[in-house]
């Protein structure tokens, strides 16, 4: 794995275009919690 990389977007719609579905995996923070979501492995 690589170090995460920060994505900003205005909208959720930016947010997928930056994504690549199967490759990417994404960190999600928000209000002092966070998720993550791995690609299929």
Partial sequence: M????KIEAKSPEENT???????DG???EH???SAT?????
């Avoid at 275009?17 to 490759?23: L, S, Y």
């Avoid at 979501?37 to 492995?41: D, F, I, K, N, S």
Wanted: charge should be negative; proline fraction near 9%; avoid cysteine.
């Fill in 2 to 5: 690589i170090e995460p990389e």
């Fill in 17 to 23: 275009e930056k994504i690549e579905a199967g490759t």
């Fill in 26 to 28: 994404i960190i999600i």
């Fill in 31 to 33: 209000k002092g919690r």
């Fill in 37 to 41: 979501y791995l690609p299929q492995v």
